[in-house]
């Protein structure tokens, strides 16, 4: 029997392989794609994910092969001035630099990490987990279903649900959640190789809360052409919320170039960076209802299916991998028990639920809901709209709330210590000796 069984080989369940690997416990993911593939396209990975991604042996030069670190994070206003800017990663006094990185590729190399470390059988591809069964002894019963037929019972001591925003493990550990809640935005995401703009790493959001254009490199530039890929999300709000088509679609450029048609300065040209894009993914803006707990005795939820978030505050992927560490560090007290999934329940889900809400109220892009309620979004001198410390106390409450204050990340003790291993489970046998 493997101890513990992971559902999903996104993000976190990749992240939550490699840790319970470092710790010496052994696991086994269900990835229900056949084939493994770099799907999606920019993410932000904050300094506290990239410290842990560096903890499970993952390197700076492997991140600057899937991205890039960033260096600034700037809000500007319709008329192209700057509302709010601040540096990122090492040089606003971060120990680890934050990522931009292409989600895709981020997952291959740790999907290629989790095979070369534990073997290629420790990912099964084509099964979908679709229950659990709480077992008599402690245990649980894993359910699966494979693409190619036939399904299987098997029995683990723990099932983690890394199974994203249409979590099967959440559904059946929640079943009266409500629907997938959408606030009434939609994004248009894709890629364009593009000249790279103020720092050359800059993450730039443009607009107002009603309507934007969120744009950054995820690659370094090509030493030929100086051109990097750029990741832009162009989003939409509209009043009436039952617009909404179809989720995650490919579609093409023209259904949504018009809203931006006439978004150019002369540093910006917004038409001609979409339509620079091969393809756009219409994605609705989603996030879930936060649940009272991620933890059902010996099956937890982790990362999008603990706490789908919308992506204001670019943390969902890095909550992922934060998510899988503090599992692992509470294992290393607790053994894989599901004492450490009820520790893991107390730490995180009370916390990351308050967050999960708080992106909903735009997250650190209030500060444009601000200046849209004060001066309807035009202005000539933003301190005169938002003085700079009101700006800079909104922005330093939400990266404390977020978990990458600057002095609270750098004084942290490493999630956990180099050469920590998970606390020995006592068999029934040691147990009834006592
Ligand atoms: C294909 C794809 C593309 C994405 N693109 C972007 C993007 O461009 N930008 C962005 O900000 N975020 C994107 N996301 C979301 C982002 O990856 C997550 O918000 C974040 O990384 C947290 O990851 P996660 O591992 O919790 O969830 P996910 O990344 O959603 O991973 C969940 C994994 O579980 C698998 N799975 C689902 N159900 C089951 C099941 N029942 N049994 C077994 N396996 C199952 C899925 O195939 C997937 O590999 C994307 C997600 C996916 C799946």
Not at 53 to 76: M, R
Not at 232 to 240: K, L, N, R
Not at 351 to 369: E, H, K, T, Y
Request: aromatic share 8%; hydrophobic share 45%; with cysteine.
């Amino acid at each position: 029997m493997t101890p513990v069984l992971i559902a999903g080989g996104g993000i976190g369940g990749l992240a939550t392989a490699l840790t319970l690997h470092q710790i010496g416990v052994p696991c086994m993911v269900f990835e229900s794609v056949r084939e493994m593939k770099p799907l999606g396209v920019g993410i932000n990975l904050q300094p506290n994910a990239v410290r842990e991604l560096y903890d499970l042996g993952i390197t700076e030069a492997e991140l600057d092969e899937v991205g890039l670190p960033a260096k600034e994070w700037a809000l500007v206003g319709l008329n192209g001035n700057d509302i709010y800017s601040e540096t990122r990663g090492r040089l606003a006094g971060y120990q680890w630099p934050q990522y931009a990185v292409h989600r895709g590729q981020l997952q291959m190399l740790m999907y290629r990490k989790v095979v070369e470390r534990m073997g290629a059988g420790a990912v099964r591809l084509g099964a979908r987990v679709t229950g659990y069964r709480r077992l008599p002894d402690g245990g649980v019963s894993v359910q699966v279903a494979y693409a190619d037929g036939g399904c299987a019972d098997l029995p683990a001591a723990l099932l983690i649900g890394a199974d994203g925003i249409h979590s099967a493990v959440r559904a059946q550990m929640h079943p009266d959640q409500p629907p997938i809640h959408w606030g009434g935005s939609i994004m248009w995401r894709g890629v364009t190789w593009a000249k790279p703009i103020r720092t050359g790493a800059s993450f730039v959001g443009l607009g107002t809360h009603k309507q934007r254009i969120v744009f950054y490199p995820i690659s370094h530039p090509d030493p030929q052409t100086g051109l990097a890929l750029i990741n832009w999300i162009a989003e939409v709000t509209w009043d009436d919320a039952t617009q909404l088509e179809g989720w995650f679609r490919p579609v093409p450029i023209e259904t949504f170039l018009h809203h931006f048609a006439d978004w150019t300065w002369d540093w910006l040209d917004v038409p001609a960076l979409i339509s620079g894009g091969e393809f756009a993914f219409e994605n609705p803006m989603i996030d879930r209802d936060p649940v009272p707990t991620w933890v059902d005795g010996p099956v937890a939820l982790l990362g999008d299916a603990a706490h789908a978030m919308y992506p204001t505050g670019s943390n969902g992927a890095s909550q992922a991998i934060v998510d899988a560490r503090v599992l692992g560090a509470l294992m290393c007290d607790h053994g894989a028990t599901p004492a450490a999934l009820a520790a893991y329940d107390v730490r995180l889900c009370g916390p990351i639920s308050r967050l999960v809400l708080r992106n909903r109220g735009a997250g650190p892009f209030g500060l444009l809901n601000l200046v849209d309620e004060r001066c309807g979004g035009r202005f000539d001198n933003i301190d005169h709209v938002i003085p700079p410390d009101e700006r800079n106390a909104f922005m330093a409450d939400y990266k404390a709330a977020a978990g990458f204050a600057i002095e609270t990340l750098n004084r942290a003790p490493a999630t956990i210590a180099p050469g920590a291993r998970a606390a020995a489970v006592p068999t029934p046998e040691q147990v009834d000796a006592v």
